[in-house]
């Protein structure tokens, strides 16, 4: 269960602008739960409008682990990346099953430019096939093609 009081007095310690919340969620009737001790125990935290705004409160970012994706490799859960771009307040940064850069713009789309994605195991650092470079330069050319959006809009 979510502590508000507890969350608060963190926040009040360290800062708001300084914390970065940790939602681990799973899907669970049609909704994605907030779990907890690696992933194990289910909590009755549902992710919605109405929880991430009370939950921005004491953060200045989301960290979102799609628990379902998190480390198989199998693709992004597009649905949670959508829901995240509607309705976190915040700064998000999504969190689990890529594959390969086409998983990146997968999730640039789908959250609307406003979700960030974090890759782990899937980069070649790490194990994985992704090679960091290819990663690197996919970078670079999102950065090139913003800064010609914006140049189309002066």
């Not at 199998?74 to 990346?81: A, F, K, T």
């Not at 700064?91 to 997968?106: H, I, W």
């Given at each position: 269960?979510?502590?508000?009081a507890r969350a608060a007095a963190l926040r009040d310690v360290t800062g708001r602008d300084r914390l970065v919340l940790d939602l681990s969620c799973r899907k669970r009737d049609g909704l994605y739960f907030v779990?907890?001790?690696r992933w194990t125990q289910w909590t009755d935290l549902a992710l919605t409008p109405?929880?991430?705004a009370t939950l921005a409160a004491f953060?200045?970012?989301?960290l979102v682990h799609a628990v379902d994706v998190e480390g198989k490799r199998?693709?992004?859960?597009?649905?949670?990346?959508s829901l995240l771009a509607a309705h976190s307040p915040?700064?998000?940064?999504?969190?689990?099953?890529?594959?390969?850069?086409?998983?990146?713009?997968?999730v640039r789309d789908a959250g609307r430019g406003s979700v960030d994605l974090t890759v782990g195991s899937a980069l070649d650092l790490f194990g994985g096939d992704?090679?960091?470079e290819e990663v690197v330069a996919w970078q670079r050319e999102e950065e090139a093609r913003a800064a010609?959006?914006?140049?189309?809009?002066e």
């Open positions: 269960r979510f502590d508000a779990c907890t001790d109405s929880s991430l953060c200045d970012e989301f199998c693709g992004v859960d597009l649905e949670l990346v915040v700064p998000v940064t999504y969190a689990g099953g890529a594959r390969s850069v086409a998983d990146f713009a997968a992704m090679r960091f010609r959006a914006r140049r189309e809009w």
